[in-house]
């Protein structure tokens, strides 16, 4: 049954895709400049790593492309000034992403704005859909998003140049 149908006969709704939540919305363009904003720098390294991803949106077609579901809760963090993706993967990742243009990992010695909790936000600080457990994070898994930029990176080195 196709998901719209789905959706009208059961009452669930397919889930969003990276695109839509990453997406500086009305809402969220109105959150960040009268909502709460309280964002902090956290320490990488210790409990996980971030793979920082220029441009955005190579970061979000990657999740895209394997397959990550945006209801897993996986700690993404976008950063829309500057258009980076952080994606939040385990310790001792740093190799799976070597040359990889676009790409490098925030370790111990980095540290990365997020947002307090999964209510708050600003322009530079966005969670990319809601973590569901900020002390047991999911995270995504390194060699499968490694792969996936891999893949993808090329093609936006070469839509930068034309």
């Given at each position: 049954?196709?998901?719209?149908?789905?959706?009208?006969?059961?009452?669930?709704?397919?889930?969003?895709?990276?695109?839509?939540?990453?997406?500086?919305?009305?809402?969220?363009?109105?959150?960040?400049?009268?909502?709460?904003?309280?964002?902090?720098?956290?320490?990488?390294?210790?409990?996980?790593?971030?793979?920082?991803?220029?441009?955005?949106?190579?970061?979000?077609?990657?999740?895209?492309?394997?397959?990550?579901?945006?209801?897993?809760?996986?700690?993404?963090?976008?950063?829309?000034?500057?258009?980076?993706?952080?994606?939040?993967?385990?310790?001792?990742?740093?190799?799976?992403?070597?040359?990889?243009?676009?790409?490098?990992?925030?370790?111990?010695?980095?540290?990365?704005?997020?947002?307090?909790?999964?209510?708050?936000?600003?322009?530079v600080a966005?969670?990319?859909?809601?973590?569901?457990?900020?002390?047991?994070?999911?995270?995504?898994?390194?060699?499968?998003?490694?792969?996936?930029l891999q893949?993808?990176?090329?093609?936006?080195?070469?839509?930068?140049?034309?």
């Open positions: 049954m196709p998901s719209a149908n789905r959706a009208a006969t059961t009452g669930v709704q397919p889930a969003p895709t990276w695109d839509e939540l990453a997406a500086p919305s009305d809402n969220k363009r109105a959150h960040w400049a009268w909502g709460r904003n309280r964002t902090e720098f956290v320490a990488c390294g210790e409990d996980w790593q971030a793979v920082s991803v220029k441009p955005l949106q190579l970061g979000l077609d990657a999740l895209a492309a394997m397959d990550a579901g945006t209801r897993r809760g996986y700690l993404v963090v976008a950063d829309h000034l500057r258009r980076v993706l952080y994606v939040l993967v385990p310790t001792g990742s740093s190799e799976a992403f070597a040359g990889i243009p676009g790409v490098r990992v925030l370790g111990r010695g980095h540290q990365l704005l997020m947002p307090c909790s999964p209510r708050d936000s600003s322009a966005d969670w990319v859909g809601t973590p569901s457990d900020l002390d047991h994070p999911a995270l995504v898994d390194p060699g499968r998003l490694a792969a996936r893949e993808l990176a090329g093609a936006y080195e070469e839509a930068v140049a034309s």
